[in-house]
């Protein structure tokens, strides 16, 4: 599973998930998680955005909640520099797409990609 294998499936769960956004919903951050036997990737919401400063990040307004894109190891071949190039690149091929999901997704100040207790890429940021 590559990152064009990823693409279709982490578009329909990004559409099925990202549904009732609070208004005040400023940025995005597409959280990757390491488990044993999978990567898992969820979307919080936050109210604050400030590109200097990544406390930013705790303002939460909103998450998917239990709702996870599971991308199984078996099934990835690679490593999770590769698992997060391949989010992030799904990401930004979503973006450039003029959709519902792009205009919902760029409703906002910025998007970001990252695991949870790392660095974080923006991926997309409004001008």
Do not use: R
């Not at 609070?22 to 969820?42: H, K, M, Q, R, S």
């Not at 909640?65 to 690679?78: M, T, V």
């Not at 930004?92 to 100040?109: F, G, T, Y």
């Amino acid at each position: 599973m590559d990152q064009l294998q990823i693409l279709q499936p982490f578009s329909d769960w990004v559409s099925d998930v990202l549904v009732e956004i609070p208004d005040e919903t400023n940025a995005f951050v597409f959280n990757i998680y390491e488990e044993d036997d999978a990567y898992l990737v969820d979307i919080t919401g936050t109210t604050d955005y400030d590109e200097a400063n990544e406390d930013w990040t705790e303002s939460i307004n909103w998450d998917s909640g239990d709702e996870l894109f599971i991308i199984p190891k078996e099934k990835f071949d690679g490593d999770w520099e590769d698992i997060h190039d391949a989010i992030a690149e799904s990401l930004e091929a979503l973006i450039e797409v003029d959709n519902e999901l792009s205009e919902a997704l760029c409703d906002s100040d910025a998007i970001a990609v990252g695991f949870i207790d790392g660095d974080l890429e923006i991926i997309w940021q409004a001008e």
